[in-house]
T-cell receptor, first 112, second 115 residues
Framework: DQQVKQNSPSLSVQEGRISILNCDYT??????FLWYKKYPAEGPTFLIS?????DKNEDGRFTVFLNKSAKHLSLHIVPSQPGDSAVYFC???????????FGKGTRLSVIA | DAGVIQSPRHEVTEMGQEVTLRCKPI?????LFWYRQTMMRGLELLIY????????DSGMPEDRFSAKMPNASFSTLKIQPSEPRDSAVYFC?????????????FGQGTRLTVV
């Protein structure tokens, strides 16, 4: 059973608009959450993270929101740029720095 | 630092052959992970090492898969014999694990095709 779920396989957004990528998790022991970005023929690269003691973390155009009661996190990209077109993976880990568990990814297409 | 280095980048092999994938983690990192990416299952953890010791190999699909980490700067993932369903992209990642959570850094992956 998947512990980290990204229910939208793809998302298409116009340049300049906001992109919102969603992620749900089932394991209440997860206490650290990350987003990775992946371009074709490359490995995933770390984008932004959030600890369970926070509900928001911001880095430039990227903001991650965490709703622990709903076991839900989201990544907001604003404004979206064509270079943001990639596959975005949500990941989580638990206490003791356990390995990252990944969702299946959401392919974001930003249309100029 | 050059990052996590994987070789080969692409591997095409015939069913039944042995395949060895290689990984050099980032210097100073003490944890190494092998992941496999497929359309159906996304990124799934196969095995991970802490300080060169295998900690959890429950993600290894079958006995045909084995992994070693003889020293802090090298790891291999071997498939013997290979099967067409093993075709996927295999990623190696490393991290420096202390008491705090931290991100893992990924290599560029090895695209394996078994025909």
């Amino acid at each position: 059973d998947q512990q980290v779920k990204q229910n939208s396989p793809s998302l298409s957004v116009q340049e300049g608009r906001i992109s919102i990528l969603n992620c749900d998790y089932t394991n209440s022991m997860f206490d650290y959450f990350l987003w990775y970005k992946k371009y074709p023929a490359e490995g995933p690269t770390f984008l932004i993270s959030i600890s369970s003691i926070k509900d928001k973390n911001e880095d430039g155009r990227f903001t991650v929101f965490l709703n622990k009661s709903a076991k839900h996190l989201s990544l907001h990209i604003v404004p979206s740029q064509p270079g943001d077109s990639a596959v975005y993976f949500c990941a989580a880990s638990g206490p003791g720095n356990t390995p990252l568990v990944f969702g299946k990814g959401t392919r974001l297409s930003v249309i100029a | 630092d050059a990052g996590v280095i994987q070789s080969p980048r692409h591997e095409v092999t015939e069913m039944g052959q042995e395949v060895t994938l290689r990984c050099k983690p980032i210097s100073g990192h003490n944890s190494l992970f092998w992941y496999r990416q497929t359309m159906m299952r996304g990124l799934e953890l196969l095995i991970y090492f802490n300080n060169n010791v295998p900690i959890d190999d429950s993600g290894m699909p079958e006995d045909r898969f084995s992994a070693k980490m003889p020293n802090a700067s090298f790891s291999t993932l071997k498939i013997q014999p290979s099967e067409p369903r093993d075709s996927a992209v295999y990623f190696c990642a490393s991290s420096f694990r202390t008491g705090r959570n931290t991100e893992a850094f990924f290599g560029q992956g090895t695209r394996l095709t078994v025909v």
